[in-house]
Nanobody, 128 residues
Framework: QVQLVESGGDSVQAGGSLRLSCAAS????????MGWFRQVPGKEREAVAT??????????YYADSVKSRFTISHDNAKNTLYLQMNSLKPEDTGMYYC???????????????????WGQGTQVTVSS
């Protein structure tokens, strides 16, 4: 049984930083995509960043709105995915979800329907 547990959400001032973690169990992070999405009430779930890893290394994908501010990474030894968020803006506010797929995502990295497993979410609130 795959479980994804997010943590690290908090309330911060604009310009601040947070690091989100997603601890995975029952899941092997190899040749698959794992990523972060966010959602605010009344809006669709939005892709933030995705990481794909295999024996040759990893590839990362970012939404334009977070490029150069957010960094996705993973620790295989801990089976944990991270999202380092710097220079936070009020528009980054939302519930952040960790998602995991069962294959390479390629051009589907930003589609929620690609991912098979989801965490319960962690709230990030950025005030101006």
């Amino acid at each position: 049984q795959v479980q994804l547990v997010e943590s690290g959400g908090d309330s911060v001032q604009a310009g601040g930083s947070l690091r989100l973690s997603c601890a995975a169990s029952g899941y092997t992070y190899n040749h698959v995509c794992m990523g972060w999405f966010r959602q605010v009430p009344g809006k669709e779930r939005e892709a933030v960043a995705t990481d794909y890893t295999n024996t040759d290394g990893s590839s990362t994908y970012y939404a334009d709105s977070v490029k150069s501010r957010f960094t996705i990474s993973h620790d295989n030894a801990k089976n944990t995915l991270y999202l380092q968020m710097n220079s936070l803006k009020p528009e980054d506010t939302g519930m952040y979800y960790c998602a995991a797929g069962r294959a390479w995502c390629g051009g589907s990295w930003s589609r929620p329907s690609f991912y098979n497993y989801w965490g319960q979410g962690t709230q990030v609130t950025v005030s101006s």
